[in-house]
Nanobody, 123 residues
Framework: QVQLVESGGGLVQAGGSLRLSCAAS????????MGWYRQAPGKQRELVAV???????NYADSVKGRSTISRDNAKNTVYLQMNDLKPEDTAVYYC?????????????????WGQGTQVTVSS
């Protein structure tokens, strides 16, 4: 069983900062891409940022220049530092990971989601 546990969400004023963390645990052989998505009320879930196992990153235009995604491979943890937060950043933020684990003697690729953490930015 694999778990993705997020932390770091909360209420912050516009212009403030938050750092989200997501730790993966369980029977994982390796983790490929890790990322953050968000879903605001009445909207579809959207990509915020993603980072590959080698450290390549990609960001949504809406957060580019204000957010930084990073990971600690030794800890199976991904971080999202968000600065200059805006009310439109208010959403539930979900961690996502693509990883490999053994199923019997076979190495299988899986993906999983965290439970989500609320980020609320007040104006």
């Amino acid at each position: 069983q694999v778990q993705l546990v997020e932390s770091g969400g909360g209420l912050v004023q516009a212009g403030g900062s938050l750092r989200l963390s997501c730790a993966a645990s369980g029977s994982i052989f390796s983790i490929n891409a890790m990322g953050w998505y968000r879903q605001a009320p009445g909207k579809q879930r959207e990509l915020v940022a993603v980072i590959s196992s080698g450290g390549s990153t990609n960001y949504a235009d809406s957060v580019k220049g204000r957010s930084t995604i990073s990971r600690d491979n030794a800890k199976n943890t991904v971080y999202l530092q968000m600065n200059d937060l805006k009310p439109e950043d208010t959403a539930v933020y979900y961690c996502h990971a693509v990883f490999e684990k053994y199923s019997g003697s076979y190495l299988i690729s899986y993906e999983d989601w965290g439970q989500g953490t609320q980020v609320t930015v007040s104006s």
